[in-house]
């Protein structure tokens, strides 16, 4: 079957349709499906198109209960009002138990059923703790290819907002108004500044004030002034989401895209690495640090699954 | 007083039930409405389709109104309404056809649910966020407390939390904690001196169960924390304004599909529930029919429960005595037991901030009991007779007629309401209703206003109920309840093995994780099988994805393609799945997922099952499959039977 390349060839022609048969293959862990992820991700990959997949990939994470889900519905119809086609990958926060998983995210993003050009699909966290799930890397790349917006929701703070910035060309982290964690997690370093923070529930008043200037001055004592704070509320009538979509394109276009890009796929190559050669493998390469530093160092133009081969091949010379 | 709860198809057919009804002997009304009018749609809504006139009579406007309660003199009677999320609206429509009889508003007797709360965590007809509904309901309360007095505003409903798998403590816990959500909203709106009047005009709607001896233990402790709780939270002096008024509807989750006629034994046991004991006797009775969990009830079925409750009151010797269970240790100790267990569960609730803000907590405990009962059902440790011991029966007469003892209402009843309806709006004088819609907005907006002005002038100039809810819809935001089941424990697991077996190899064949979509199609909010089947596959190791309720065929449609799901089960109680579930299976060719088999849960009569096979459905499923596991193998062997690959079973 040619499954990959017919999916990559439907995708690079922007018909936004592929995506469930797209999603259903890079999901597939079968090693025939395996290889035609490849051929798919080969197909859309820059060298391929000759540029960088178009689509604005958003990272949207924050801790659970703040109200993500609302915001992606104000969100999604926003980039519809101005005519972007949105995918949204849900990784969902329920927690696996007995292997199986309740998906209960897409519930709280309202969207309209007939409009063909916003996809959401729902995946369960991955078996490690707040990591993405292995799927999610693959199927960001290949939809960026025909949607003009991918988003990726995680949920907590700390271990996700890294893993979404390895993905995502621009990170949002979402927070509520009273949420001293986040803060505290800023000053003390165990989180990464995002690209943007955003507090909800702006409708309260003087608390989401008082939250935005506490992560204000935060953001200062950091020496990262520069740093988008937004405030929003996505009850009727919502604020701020218009601002919102505005930062986000605003971060994407001072972007180096390629530079950025180039990374994501590089740790994807090596996400992908270490869930098929485990801890042992990175071992072999000297350790997480050392085998990304080792990447930086290879060919630009390589895909992911050709970098793969290389840190396969690498490891098996160490080892 | 003894009444019935009846209404069906339109407000014509159902004014002749109740004609004949009171004839009967019946002392007051009882209505039901159908879901589009408890949820805020008009009959021509796309959310209504297939639920017109179903459960209930669909009320649409003040013609509708007028109609139903023709020839009954609103003066003499009193008449319950099962309505919350439009409370308000139903209400003022009632007001505003009582005034054309000559009939003020202060001479009024009755009872609006007017309970949001429990519509959150069990009965699924909310419109609106909790924030603005619970002012619509201390609207209502304020309202009424001045110009309504002789009205019961709201009936606090434990009934359906029994119904959403509670035990007695969450009965009584959660039923007092919404209690004191209401009479905190209600706090903020009246004057201090209303307070004692506010307190004495709220009732509750109880569930009784067969374990009967308990049922009446849980009552007693209502009546003792109602009591403290006037006394102590809200400082109300006077006795009688302190007195635990309830009605009650016996239990409805017992009874059984199986052997159907069993459940006229259980109804007078838990009817006993609620009478034995003088001093915490129901007010009112409504006792559901023996059928009910085949389909909608017959006028003679109906009969026959107002019959039992004709017998206890005018036959036995029930009422000649004192309160039985004064002095009685056994009653006193269960009594103290349930006091102990309601007040701490009521202190984690008004920790978590009160019963608005613990919806989620107290969701996700009824479907973590609802799951525990289902599984000693399973395991054969809580005996249902019929069900799951002594399932043997001679085949029985009462079901033996063509549409299986119950009541059908007519399909022609929903184009009829949508024309009805497109009449009335062309007659009526649409800059008076535009004004008044325009008026009810800016109300809406303003909280310091009392909202019913606004409603009772928007009833008055001839809005409808679709008209008058997508109003408050654009003002207040729409909701989505929690669903409850992410919290829910897993079965322990020695007993799901083989079945975990199963559902691991069918997915390593698959290559990806067999997955389910699990959909509540149409404006029916009874969500336990939907919650139990979501929580039971994601235990045997599938992934679920699980919307909750109402949802639209399209919407079902669109997430099953897009989340890639091996199999689709939609489950139905309202009676629309004839409608509905063809509509779904369409839809599903539509968004390009026609191979995805479906599956079916419900209260489906047996020839309805058959014409759903053959209109593409794979397997039907009725309350009498108790055995989850058993439908959770199925749903693999259908799924591996599909992708042509191998269920795994022993070979």
Redesign the interface.
């Known amino acids: 079957m040619a499954e990959g390349a017919d999916l990559g060839e439907r995708l690079r022609t922007g018909d936004l349709s592929a995506a469930p048969a797209v999603l259903n293959l890079v999901e597939n862990r079968s090693p025939a499906a395996r290889s035609e992820t490849a051929q798919l991700l080969a197909a859309v990959s820059p060298s391929a198109l000759g540029h960088e997949p178009p689509a604005q990939v958003v990272g949207v994470t924050g801790p659970p209960g703040v109200g993500k889900s609302s915001l992606l519905s104000r969100l999604v119809s926003e980039w519809r009002a101005r005519r972007r086609s949105v995918a949204v990958l849900a990784v969902d926060p329920s927690s696996r138990r007995s292997g199986g998983s309740l998906l209960g995210d897409r519930a709280r993003i309202e969207v309209d059923p007939a409009d063909r050009e916003v996809y959401i699909r729902s995946t369960a966290v991955g078996d490690r703790l707040g990591g993405l799930a292995p799927a999610t890397r693959a199927a960001a790349s290949a939809l960026a290819a025909a949607f003009d917006v991918v988003v990726i929701e995680t949920v907590g703070v700390g271990q996700s907002e890294t893993e979404v910035a390895d993905v995502a060309d621009t990170v949002a982290v979402v927070v509520q108004p009273g949420s001293g964690d986040v803060l505290q997690f800023l000053k003390s370093g165990i989180m990464e500044i995002p690209d943007v923070l955003v507090v909800t529930k702006a409708d309260l008043g003087r608390p989401a004030m008082r939250a935005l200037a506490d992560l204000r001055a935060a953001l200062r004592s950091l020496g990262a002034r520069e740093i988008p704070v937004i405030a929003v509320s996505s009850i009727p009538p919502p604020t701020g989401i218009c601002e919102l979509v505005d930062t986000l394109d605003a971060h994407r276009a001072a972007l180096d895209l390629p530079a950025r890009r180039l990374r994501a796929r590089r740790l994807h190559a090596l996400a992908d690495f270490s869930a098929e050669y485990g801890d042992r493998g990175v071992r072999a390469l000297g350790g997480r640090r050392a085998a990304e530093r080792w990447l930086e160092q290879q060919d630009p133009g390589l895909d992911v699954a050709e970098l793969e081969r290389t840190l396969a091949a690498q490891a098996s010379r160490n080892s | 007083m003894m009444r019935t709860y009846a209404g069906h198809s339109d407000a014509r057919r159902s004014n002749e039930l109740y004609r004949g009804n009171l004839a009967k002997g019946q002392t007051g009304l009882s209505v039901a409405f159908d879901l589009p009018t408890q949820t805020g749609y008009d009959p021509d809504h796309e959310l209504a389709r297939g639920e017109v006139g179903k459960v209930g009579v669909s009320i649409a406007d003040l013609d509708d109104m007028r109609t139903l309660l023709d020839g009954i003199p609103l003066d003499q009677m009193n008449t319950s309404m099962t309505i919350n999320a439009t409370a308000a609206w139903l209400l003022a429509l009632y007001i505003v056809t009582a005034e054309a009889q000559g009939v003020t508003e202060n001479e009024l007797q009755g009872t609006t649910q007017n309970d949001i709360l429990k519509e959150y965590l069990s009965r699924g007809t909310y419109a609106f ?1 909790p924030g603005p509904s619970m002012r619509l309901i201390a609207d209502t309360i304020a309202y009424t407390v001045e110009h309504v007095p002789k009205w019961n505003p709201i009936n606090i409903c434990s009934y359906h939390l029994q119904e959403a798998g509670a035990t007695p403590v969450q009965e009584i816990a959660y039923a007092m904690s919404n209690a004191i959500a209401v009479l905190d909203a209600v706090s903020e709106r009246v004057d201090e001196g209303l307070m004692g009047a506010v307190f004495g005009r709220i009732s509750f709607f109880v569930n009784a169960g067969v374990r009967f001896i308990e049922e009446h233990a849980k009552l007693r402790a209502m009546a003792v924390l109602w009591d403290e709780l006037g006394l102590e939270r809200y400082g109300v002096q006077d006795e009688r304004h302190r007195r635990f008024r309830y009605g009650v509807q016996v239990n409805s989750l017992g009874l059984t599909e199986a052997q159907p006629e069993n459940n006229a034994y259980r109804i007078a046991l838990e009817a006993l529930a609620v009478t034995l004991g003088r001093s915490v006797r129901a007010r009112a009775v409504q006792l559901p029919a023996w059928n009910e969990a085949l389909g909608l009830p017959r006028p003679w079925d109906q009969q026959w429960s107002l019959r039992l409750q004709q017998i206890l009151a005018y036959e036995t010797d029930l009422l000649d005595y004192p309160d039985i269970f004064e002095g009685s240790k056994v009653m006193e100790g269960l009594v103290a037991e349930l006091l102990d267990g309601a007040r701490e569960e009521m202190k984690r609730v008004q920790e978590l901030g009160g019963a608005v803000e613990a919806v989620d907590y107290m969701k996700a405990a009824l479907v973590e009991s609802h799951r525990a009962r289902i599984n000693r059902i399973e395991s054969g440790e809580l005996v249902v007779v019929g069900v799951n011991r002594y399932t043997e029966t001679a085949p029985s007469p009462l079901t033996a007629d063509g549409e299986g003892g119950i009541l059908v209402v007519d399909p022609e009843v929903e184009a009829e309401r949508r024309a009805a309806l497109e009449e009335w709006r062309s007659r009526r004088d649409q800059a008076a209703v535009d004004a008044a819609l325009a008026e009810l907005a800016r109300a809406a907006r303003d909280d310091s206003e009392n909202i019913m002005f606004a409603t009772i002038a928007a009833a008055r100039a001839g809005a409808t109920t679709g008209e008058w809810a997508q109003t408050l819809r ?5 909701y ?1 309840a929690p ?1 409850g ?2 919290d829910a424990a ?1 079965v322990p ?1 020695e007993e ?1 093995a083989e079945l ?1 077996d199963e ?2 190899r069918v ?1 390593e064949s ?4 067999l997955k389910i979509l699990v959909g509540k199609p149409g404006l029916d909010g009874h969500s336990n099988g939907a919650e139990q089947i ?2 039971r ?12 309720i109402r949802l ?1 065929p ?2 079902i ?3 099953a ?4 799901v091996h199999v689709v089960g939609l489950s139905i109680l309202s009676g629309s799945h004839a409608q509905l579930i063809p509509s779904v299976i369409e839809a599903l060719g539509e968004a ?1 997922a026609g191979e995805v088999p479906v599956i079916v849960g419900g209260i489906i009569p047996d020839a309805d099952a058959v014409r759903l096979r053959a209109a593409g459905v794979a397997a039907v499923y009725t309350p009498k499959d108790f055995d989850l596991n058993r439908i959770m193998h199925e749903i693999v062997e259908l799924v591996a039977e599909r992708q042509r690959v191998q269920a795994g079973v022993r070979a």
């Open positions: 966020p654009s003002e207040f935001g729409g989505r669903t089941v992410g897993s697991s799901l975990r559902v691991e997915s698959l290559g990806r994780r979501a929580v596959a994601r235990d045997v190791g599938m992934d679920v994805v699980y919307q909750g639209t399209a919407e449609a669109t997430s393609a897009q989340e890639g390009g």
